[in-house]
């Protein structure tokens, strides 16, 4: 509700922007209004046009103060943030409402006011983890041959997860921070509750956020190398290290130094799937020797039906909310790894169909979500 009321001032600016030209005094008339939002580090800017521009700050927030306006119920602005509020609840629907999914159009629609909600998004995100925790361990231990509500409620909420990590993959690494601080689940990383998910397209909004994240989160994932058994634990780790390693391509010689020190040291535990974990090591490492700016290969890009310059529905294919990034790759590498400089390349966007008619394309049958569900509940990745 915080973020559909955030979502909605902005909404209620937007209708009615003549309404703060008396903020103006009559010597600025050609400056812009900038107007502080209520408890968020934002603000929107109105030129003289009328024209909006949503901004991020940090430090001392600058602009009007709008909270009386706001709250007050005898205000044109309260009148029209409670018709705003309406619309900004029919546009967060097909990213919260289970059984929908949002075309690029409808996701724009939402991402263009991100400076004021990507906060609120992120923290959105990390509240469903917890809960996507419980749901996965209660139905691991109660797993059977039927399919179950529980396993499409998973799948479900795992997107919705998604869709607003998404949200805030722009967002400042400060902000993120403290958005994450709200997750208390040991062995936390930004990416890991997607790759899990054992789908590329998951996988792909976790790469996002790892790369969002940036080196604030190296420790994190070097932790989790250094002590995690669980394979799937440490491809996580690997993959969210080699998106923040092209990300940033100052860190990547750091990222490739330590992988190689953690690759000689697994060895040293025992691994719950020892092929797993090594060809997981060798694709990050040899990810990670790329040069700077190359391409994923074309006979990866084909297996998921991307093209170089994602056009049509980009990252948005049938194939990749099926198959597996664990899968092997036509050049021998794990395909998660393969297809990270193209899901690095895509934009937020660029995850969603172009257009609502090419969604049913993705809706994935009853059979389909119950083979996903159990494969991202297995403890080894190649059962």
């Keep these: 509700m915080r973020l559909a009321d955030t979502l909605a001032i902005g909404l209620a600016i937007e209708m009615e922007p003549t309404t703060w030209q ?5 010597g600025e008339s050609a ?6 939002i209520p408890n968020v580090p ?4 109105i030129d003289p046009s009328g024209r909006l521009r949503p901004f991020r700050q940090h430090g001392v927030p600058v602009g009007e103060e709008i909270n009386e306006l706001v709250t007050s119920a005898g205000s044109r602005m309260h009148a029209l943030r409670a018709r705003s509020r309406d ?15 949002p075309s690029r159009t409808e996701f724009q629609s939402v991402f263009r006011w991100a400076p ?18 419980d749901l996965r361990e209660r139905v691991r231990a109660e797993a059977n041959t039927t399919f179950r509500a529980d396993e499409c409620n998973y799948c479900a909420m795992t997107h919705i997860m998604a869709h607003f990590a998404l949200m805030s993959s722009d967002a400042p690494e400060h902000s993120l921070i403290d958005a994450a601080r709200s997750s208390t689940l040991n062995g936390w990383t930004p990416s890991l509750a997607f790759t899990r998910a054992r789908t590329v397209w998951l996988a792909a909004a976790g790469a996002k956020s790892a790369a969002a994240f940036g080196p604030t989160v190296f420790e994190c994932y070097l932790q989790v190398l250094a002590t995690a058994r669980h394979a799937f634990q440490i491809f996580d780790a690997l993959f969210g290290l080699a998106a923040i390693a092209l990300s940033h391509d100052h860190a990547r010689e750091e990222v490739l130094q330590a992988v ?45 039906g991307w093209s170089r310059d994602h056009e049509g529905d980009g990252l948005a294919s049938p194939p990749a909310f099926r198959l ?5 790759a036509p050049n021998g590498m794990m395909l998660g790894f393969s297809a990270l400089p193209a899901i690095l390349r895509a934009s937020p966007a660029q995850h969603y169909p172009r257009s609502k008619a090419r969604l049913y394309r993705l809706k994935l049958r009853e059979t389909e979500m119950l083979q996903i569900a159990r494969r991202a509940w297995l403890l080894h990745p190649t059962e």
């Design 22 to 26: 008396s903020i103006r005094t009559s």
């Design 31 to 36: 400056q812009p209004v900038v107007l502080k």
């Design 42 to 45: 934002a603000g929107i800017e």
């Design 87 to 101: 619309v900004a609840l029919d546009l967060l629907a097909p990213m919260t409402v289970s059984g929908r999914f």
């Design 116 to 133: 004021l909600i990507e906060g609120l998004a992120y923290a959105l995100a990390t509240r469903h983890l917890a809960a996507l925790e």
């Design 260 to 304: 190689m020190h953690h690759a000689q040291m697994v060895g040293d535990r025992s691994v719950d799937d020892v092929d797993c974990v090594t060809r997981a090591f060798r694709s990050a490492i040899e990810m990670l020797k790329w040069r700077s700016g190359e391409h994923s290969p074309a006979a990866a890009l084909d297996r998921l």
């Design 324 to 328: 597996d990034p664990t899968e092997i």
